[in-house]
């Protein structure tokens, strides 16, 4: 996809996503298809399929290099450099249309209701203000765009959570980990995860390559950039790749957001609505709430001095990497 100047994005647009991975991809279909004109802009492009490392029988050497899932080992022209002097996680995270979900396993646990509730019942952080109640219905809906594979019915649940595909087959380990679980006692339940386990939509069949994590060369993993990006663009919406947003473009003075986990009000004029990744948040922000897709990394993140959240690095990274930018890095939009 064509990268854009500064000059060619002088058209006022109701909705502005910076970052076109699941959170940035559920959000612009969701403006699309209510009928709001939606620009998503990502610094990073899109992937074709039959580039991942797996398709080529060096396929071990290029997961080290060009297909790290460290930016820093990679350091391609969309990747920025992550400060981790002080840190003791090393970022794991992709780039492009899809975002992380190109590299990630699609293991689908949704929270517990218990996990809103930590504070009440376990004494440490803090309750959520909302409840497993409040987010099962758009946990529901995103199963069934995507095409969730899991067995319904897990009574850790509450009554009524099915999926709508069949699960995948249990493996030997699984299956050795359940024996063991039944001999204590312990409840177990098969995993969900957001890979077809038959065709569906635009989606094939697994076909059991168990490389995942570096693309899925078959096309049945619900990556971002195959659903949700695809029928966003049916919808009316724009992605551009190549086009990393500089600050300017997502400038929130934190008083004027909404709140923590919701759009910022943009100050461009030409633009009503923007929603920006944490890189952008301002320092000692909230950082951008993961999509409601990826329920394992959903609670946000407060951005400390040395903190790496689990897959995306924190406002002191925007920091130090505006600063060292390299010549022949995704263009600047402003
Ligand atoms: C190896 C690996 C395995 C994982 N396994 C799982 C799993 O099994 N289950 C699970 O639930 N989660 C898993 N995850 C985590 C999951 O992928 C992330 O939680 C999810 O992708 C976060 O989505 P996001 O849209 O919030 O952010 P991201 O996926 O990080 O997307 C952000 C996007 O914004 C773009 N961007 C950032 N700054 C700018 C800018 N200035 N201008 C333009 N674009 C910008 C980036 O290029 C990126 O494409 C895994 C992640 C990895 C890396
Ligand atoms: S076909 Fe299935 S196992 Fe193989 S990489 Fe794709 S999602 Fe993973």
């Known amino acids: ?176 980990a359940a024996q063991a679980a039944n001999k204590l006692g312990w409840h177990w339940w098969p995993g969900t995860n957001a890979i077809a386990s038959q065709k569906y939509k635009t989606l094939e069949q697994c076909g059991r390559w168990g490389v995942c994590e570096w693309g899925c060369p078959q096309g049945a993993k619900a990556s971002f950039d195959l659903m949700y990006m695809p029928q966003a663009l049916k919808a009316g919406a724009q992605v551009r790749g190549s086009a990393r947003s500089s600050p300017k473009v997502a400038d929130w003075p934190p008083a004027r957001s909404t709140s923590p986990a919701t759009a910022m009000l943009c100050s461009s004029p030409r633009v009503r609505w923007c929603c920006a990744p944490t890189a952008l948040a301002p320092r000692d922000s909230y950082c951008f709430p993961q999509a409601i897709s990826t329920p394992m990394a959903w609670p946000t993140h407060r951005a400390s001095s040395a903190a790496t959240s689990c897959c995306t690095p924190t406002a002191r990274h925007w920091a130090t990497t505006t600063k060292t930018w390299k010549a022949g890095a995704a263009p600047l939009v402003s």
């Open 1 to 176: 996809m064509e990268s854009q100047k500064p000059s060619d994005t002088a058209e006022i647009v109701d909705v502005l996503v910076i970052g076109a991975g699941p959170s940035g991809a559920v959000v612009t279909h969701t403006a699309a298809a209510a009928g709001l004109s939606v620009i998503c802009l990502e610094q990073g492009d899109w992937v074709n399929p039959s580039d991942f490392p797996a398709n080529f029988p060096e396929w071990e050497l290029l997961i080290q290099h060009n297909w790290a899932h460290d930016p820093n080992v990679r350091g391609l022209p969309s990747d920025y450099p992550v400060d981790v002097e002080d840190s003791d996680m090393w970022p794991v995270m992709f780039n492009g249309v899809g975002g992380s979900s190109i590299y990630y396993g699609a293991e689908w646990p949704r929270l517990l209701p218990s996990d809103f509730r930590v504070k009440t019942l376990d004494g440490v952080a803090d309750d959520w203000p909302i409840s497993y109640n409040d987010l099962k219905p758009y946990h529901d809906e995103v199963d069934e765009f995507i095409g969730v594979a899991g067995v319904g019915g897990d009574t850790a649940y509450p009554e009524g959570l099915d999926y709508p595909l069949p699960p995948h087959p249990m493996g030997k380990a699984g299956i050795k």
